[in-house]
């Protein structure tokens, strides 16, 4: 299963490195054509708009995988274990309800889409829409598995506060260095 998890999270964020760095090269040899040669391409500005709404949807993936998100922990943390708990159930159930407002909106707008085709790839626009069924989905497969660690009591009471400030995080790679002698 670990083995899996980590499959998926290192596809996941290499969809998004691909992401990015096709949008680098379509709009930054687009502004080189149309600067030095005159001419550009078509269908840069249209692609690169795709990616960019798949890039924020996928990356709303990693960042609540990562509890990178923002939010205001200052009552949370001077609560109970208890009282820290019933925060988060109480989150999560609302995080749920707003995945699933999220995946009935994108489900509806993508069929409303697939007969549009845009004006210059003619790719559907449903592809649009699509990116918020992915991550709604996403998001929502890790809040249940949250939300299953937290009712089997394995999450542990330092996991209980989802939100850590900057200062507070350190990247794994200086976290192993700072540990080896």
Known sequence: MNILKKVADHALEGIVVLCMSLMLVLVFGNVVLRYGFNSGITASEELSRYL??????????????EHAHL??????????AWGKRACLVASNLLMLASCGVLFAGSWTQTLINLDNAS?????PVAWMYAA??????????LILASFVRLLSGRL????????????????????AQAVQP
């Open 71 to 80: 939010g205001v922990d200052t009552l949370v943390r001077h609560l109970p």
């Open 52 to 65: 960019f709404v798949w890039l924020v949807f996928l990356g709303a993936i990693v960042a609540m995988k």
């Open 156 to 175: 542990a009471d330092s996991e209980l506060v989802l939100v850590a400030e900057s200062e507070e995080r350190v990247p794994t790679a200086a976290a």
């Open 132 to 141: 918020g069924l992915v991550a709604s989905f996403g998001i929502a497969v």
């Open 119 to 123: 004006p210059v790839t003619g790719l």
